[in-house]
């Protein structure tokens, strides 16, 4: 196995994926000959030629309304939105068209062959709008699946998984982590299951819940904390939508505590969602109330960023405190 | 990697600014009111047999919009929309493409689904969203769809077909194909952002889709001048560097001849193509809407004088393809065969419950089924409130 980083994992499916299907097609803007502005496609135009791995005009609902043809068609469709932040001109094409497809339709017609690829969240100075994590307004689409990787091995085996799932998919990439997490990830094809969460480190103390590039953040917090004689359990959601109650539920049964921790605004996130439905299942085992350690309720700021993050401090003082509740 | 399309026209030393009118914009008519073809005029590929196909397609649509008006006003619908003097379009379109190429509707296209043999069972069993509706009850009538007949369901967001037509066609060029998709949208949903997208996107990618505008004149209560400034819907496709034609869309030749030439182009070139239909909505938009409080009787009246089924019938006679006797047997006919069909529909049963939560994904989630259980349990509960479905699972 080989050391790569995020970028190349997310390319190394997409190589896969093209390769296994000659009606895969990537496009989006800057995604051919260019490789993209990360270069996630980067070698897929020479490789598998113009028609297959192409740059689309500069529109986003173009982009997945040609993709919701597309995969309506049979085609393998992988749509790429340059950041997530420009998702919502999309918004009508996703939300009422690929969630709905199947279901309008009386599975006439489907999208399942459908995968949107877009970079998410902070920590990169991005300011307003190369910063945002949107998962939270598409989690509230039947229909839908939502996809968040951790690391380049997580990255690979979601997307093939993702590509090949049978209903439309967003899958997030945390952009921070693109060049900056690296690990070992097999060469050959693998899958890793959608809607499963996955307990990265076991605990008997608390249950730490994030997902994607906050992963890093509540593992580092979770370190901290077990430097005070703190048991962390460490859990990735990995799928937002539809999301894994039973593995949560089990996870907080035991410790009696959750903390959960996202980048985007604290009003609606999905750690609302979660929080509210273990409060439903764990309430006779939850010794505290659940706490959500996420992004303030205001735009993504550029200079006041590091104030603004939930970071692994943060992550820290809200441990401390549900633990000694 | 080409810029030099920037260079390529004349140059001049005054500001010397162009208007909409700059281009002009002919309108392809083949055949008059009375039935008589225009002596220098290009017929389309069309028979006896074809015509009568046509034709009585056209009284079909004619006798459902009718009764089907008539049942909602009686109550026994919820919902309905005409296509009420534009149904040559929609039955034109269809008829001049093969079987395999895909058509995309508005919602004003039923002809379409007509001429490809969707069964009057279908339509009904839609209209009435029973447990034999093909689309399972779960959309408002008039949103049909059929996978066998390559017509894509209808869905009530305008012009999101329009960008979905220029993928189809990607894929199906992809595919290397012999087929097409045909994107039929109104005036008004052209002013949305997804017509912008689809026809610069299928112009650029190369898609084969021939984009068919029915300009009808309003768009529910908007006339056209309150839509758009420029010289219709065609001036824009010109734009968008497409082959482009506008038609009179109540001439049922004029709109063969185009969709015909259109879909040869789109197959041979692999390029999108362009149709403005010009014609007039002589229905309310749908029976939500009274067009009195916003048009006269005099205007519709003098849209009635064209009325294009009336036209092809006018040239069917002249033809000496038709005859007054065969007209009224068939409409008497039509109107029999739609008025039993609709009491079977009416009787049939509502969806199962189950039908709920599938399709929603492929498999649905366990999350879907507990909230489908817990319903269950309720309307076991409560079987008074819930008549369609309590006892029946």
Known sequence: MAQVNLLHAINSALDIAMAENERTVCFGEDVGHFGGVFRATSGLQEKYGKARCFNSPLVEQGIIGFANGLAAQGTVAIAEIQFADYIFPAFDQIVNEAAKFRYRTGNEFNVGKLTIRSPYGGGIAGGLYHSQSPEAYFAHTPGLKVVIPRNPYQAKGLLLASIRDDNPVIFFEPKRLYRASVGEVPEEDYQLPLGKAEVVQTGTDITLLAWGAQMEIIEKAAQMASNEGISCEVVDLRTILPWDIETITNSVMKTGRLLISQEAPLTAGFASEIAATIQSECFLHLESPIARVCGLDTPYPLALEKEYVSDHLKVYEAIKKTVNF | ?393
């Not at chain 2, 045909?182 to 008004?188: I, Q, S, T, V, W």
């Not at chain 2, 996107?201 to 889709?209: D, I, K, R, S, T």
């Not at chain 2, 939500?288 to 003098?302: F, L, M, N």
């Not at chain 2, 817990?374 to 409130?385: C, G, L, T």
Request: proline content about 4%; overall charge negative.
């Open chain 2, 1 to 393: 990697m080409s810029t030099e399309l920037y260079n390529d026209g004349p140059v001049v030393h005054q500001p010397t600014f162009i208007d909409g009118t700059s281009v002009e914009i002919p309108e392809l008519r083949i055949l008059d009111q009375d039935g008589t073809t225009y002596p220098n005029a290009d017929l389309p590929d069309i028979d006896q047999a074809s015509a009568t196909k046509i034709y009585q397609t056209l009284a079909f649509h004619r006798v459902l919009d009718e009764r089907m008006v008539a049942s909602q006003r009686q109550g026994r619908l919820s919902f309905y929309m005409t296509a009420l003097g534009e149904e040559a379009t929609s039955v034109g379109g269809a008829a001049a493409l093969q079987p395999q190429d895909m058509i995309m509707m508005q919602y004003r296209e039923q002809g379409a689904l007509m001429y490809r043999g969707f069964s009057l069972e279908n339509f009904m069993n839609q209209l009435f969203s029973n447990a034999e509706d093909l689309g399972k009850g779960r959309q408002m009538p008039i949103h049909y769809g059929s996978k066998a007949l390559n017509c894509m369901t209808v869905s009530s967001t305008l012009a999101t077909q329009i960008p979905q037509a220029a993928g189809y066609a990607y894929g199906q060029k992809l595919q290397g194909l012999d087929a097409v998709t045909l994107c039929y949208f109104g005036e008004g949903a052209a002013s949305e952002g997804d017509f912008h997208a689809g026809l610069n996107m299928a112009a650029v990618q190369e898609a084969p889709v021939i984009f068919f505008c029915r300009n009808n004149g309003y768009a529910i209560s908007t006339p056209s001048d309150e839509q758009f400034k420029g010289n219709g819907i065609a001036s824009r496709g010109v734009g968008y560097g497409m082959k482009t034609i506008r038609i009179d869309g109540n001439d049922i030749l004029a709109v063969l001849k185009a969709t015909q030439i259109a879909r040869a182009y789109a197959v041979k070139e692999s390029k999108p193509v362009l149709i403005e239909a010009m014609s007039y909505r002589l229905g309310a938009h749908s029976t939500s809407d009274d067009p009195s409080g916003y048009r006269t009787k005099e205007e519709e009246a003098k849209w009635q004088s064209h009325d294009p089924i009336l036209r092809m019938k006018n040239w069917m006679l002249k033809q000496n393809w038709w005859d007054e006797e065969q007209e009224t047997a068939l409409f008497e006919k039509y109107r029999e065969e739609v008025l039993a069909a609709v009491k079977v529909a009416e009787k049939i049963d509502k969806p199962h419950i189950d039908t709920m939560i599938t399709d929603v994904y492929d498999v649905p989630s366990a999350q879907l089924q507990a909230q489908l259980d817990e319903v269950k349990v309720h309307v076991k509960k409560y079987p008074e409130a819930y008549p369609f479905t309590a006892g029946k699972f």
